[in-house]
């Protein structure tokens, strides 16, 4: 399959997915916009396992960081080059403490900058900047319903440089409540792939 045709079927799953998880275009406070088409395929992988538009994760599958993998743009504004372009990845969870009562949505679990697809590994992405907020393995209860955790990866602005109290503490409580879409307006940053996963407990049961 060609990579063109590759995004297209990934763009299609996705915008079925969320559509389905009531994070379709332009409903989930302007962090997707509504006329949003990813171009490029992010891939998301704990443990080897993919994270596939929505699929189930424990809390046990997900203590460590995951893989994060994506190719360069297939196309890119005028004056970009794949060379030149760097990503950020957003990971933050819209039902938290629980989906009923988002009341602290959204909590902020990774904040990843300065990714660049490698021309000579595909897919391979390498890390140029420090992270502004280290992983925080999403933890929801037992007796909560799963939740949903969006990946979110856009394209940095030339000369982006953040610092970690730009983005807020690390403190558990001091990553609740962050304006995702605010933060993203005043750094200029240009969404053009997500993923995303439901996550449960352990000891959840359906």
């Given at each position: 399959m060609s990579t063109t045709a590759s995004l297209d079927s990934f763009a299609q799953t996705l915008a079925r997915s969320l559509a389905e998880a009531n994070l379709a275009p332009g409903s989930a406070e302007a962090l997707i916009p509504r006329e949003f088409t990813p171009t490029t395929r992010l891939r998301i992988q704990f443990d080897g396992r993919d994270v596939e538009h929505g699929n189930l994760f424990r809390v046990r599958e997900v203590k460590l960081a995951p893989f994060v993998s994506f190719e360069a743009e297939v196309s890119l504004c005028a004056g970009d080059s794949s060379g030149e372009a760097s990503y950020m990845l957003l990971l933050i969870d819209p039902d938290a403490p629980t989906p009923d009562d988002p009341k602290f949505a959204y909590w902020r679990h990774?904040?990843?900058?300065?990714?660049?697809?490698?021309?000579?590994?595909?897919?391979?992405?390498?890390?140029?900047?420090?992270?502004?907020?280290?992983?925080?393995?999403?933890?929801?209860?037992?007796?909560?319903?799963?939740?949903?955790?969006?990946?979110?990866?856009?394209?940095?602005?030339?000369?982006?440089?953040?610092?970690?109290?730009?983005?807020?503490?690390?403190?558990?409580?001091?990553?609740?409540?962050?304006?995702?879409?605010?933060?993203?307006?005043?750094?200029?940053?240009?969404?053009?792939?997500?993923?995303?996963?439901k996550g449960a407990g352990d000891g959840w049961k359906e």
């Open positions: 990774w904040v990843l900058p300065g990714l660049k697809p490698l021309a000579s590994a595909e897919g391979i992405v390498a890390q140029t900047k420090p992270v502004l907020t280290e992983y925080l393995a999403p933890g929801p209860k037992d007796d909560s319903k799963p939740h949903r955790y969006l990946f979110l990866l856009f394209r940095e602005p030339h000369g982006l440089a953040l610092t970690k109290e730009d983005v807020g503490g690390e403190e558990f409580v001091q990553r609740r409540s962050f304006d995702a879409a605010k933060f993203v307006e005043q750094h200029q940053l240009q969404l053009v792939s997500v993923n995303w996963m």
